[in-house]
């Protein structure tokens, strides 16, 4: 059904002969559902689902982009060992496992708000996309989270370097992190130091494409859905 939904979106823009005549990004958006089929669209982060009496309430969720639902409040910020799920995908819809049902109170997304397959890149303070995090769609040569990151999403079609030191100096080393599938352009999922091969917790600066010999494909269970519970 992803593939099919990636498809539809492609012939509309060849019907209209360029891309510059219609609008042929997709934005992210998220549905949820508690156990009465209450249903909230939400298309930005939110830091505690006790704002929208949703809190410890949700069952199902239907995801457009790249979305991550945590335990605790503040994307477990306070608690980097809790659970969490996440789901991307053009109106891909699952249940929540069991184990994980009515105990989501925050989530956020990974990627471009206004398009959830455009060149971007997340990172992450703790594995699982967990904690502090930063967004870039260009090269930075220092990064906010400079030796923190545990964990990394990167979304669009192309791959990025990371590197140890700033400025995109590869002299105390670097790698190369991509997409789990180019031509389709889904997004690749690192959730640990240990898929960023010896890079977790040292990459100060980052350029877009592969400008590296050393590459890290993404996780092997790089599943459409995945919970760390």
């Known amino acids: 059904m992803l593939k099919f939904n990636i498809f539809v979106v492609a012939i509309v823009c060849l019907l209209s002969f360029s891309c510059s005549q219609v609008d042929c990004t997709v934005p992210q958006r998220l549905d949820i559902y508690d156990r009465w089929e209450n249903k909230y ?5 939110v830091n505690n689902l006790a704002a929208l009496d949703a809190d410890n309430r949700i069952t ?5 982009g790249t979305w991550i639902l945590y335990e605790d409040s503040d994307y477990n910020t306070r608690n980097p060992d809790g659970a969490n799920f996440w ?3 053009n109106s891909e ?7 994980f049902q009515e105990r989501a109170s925050s989530l956020r997304f990974a990627g471009d708000r206004n398009d959830w397959q455009a060149n971007s890149i997340n990172l992450y303070s703790h594995q699982n996309f967990i904690g502090e995090q930063e967004l870039l769609t260009d090269d930075t040569p220092t990064i906010q989270l400079n030796d ?18 700033a400025n995109f100096n590869d002299g105390q ?6 997409p789990s599938d180019e031509s389709s352009c889904l997004p690749g999922l690192y959730t640990s130091a240990t898929s960023l091969a010896g890079m977790g917790e040292s990459v100060s600066s980052l350029r ?19 919970s760390e519970l």
Request: aromatic residues 8%; charged residues 20%; hydrophobic residues 25%.
């Open 87 to 89: 789901l991307y995908g």
């Open 93 to 99: 819809c699952v249940d929540l496992p069991y184990a």
């Open 208 to 226: 877009l494409g592969c400008y590296c010999d050393k590459e890290a494909s993404p996780e092997k269970n790089n599943r459409k859905s995945h």
């Open 60 to 64: 199902k969720i239907c995801s457009t």
């Open 173 to 178: 080393g670097c790698l190369c992190v991509g």
């Open 41 to 45: 669209t939400l298309e930005s982060e």
């Open 148 to 165: 923190k990151v545990n964990s990394i999403i990167v979304s669009g079609c192309k791959s990025w370097t990371l590197y140890a030191d």
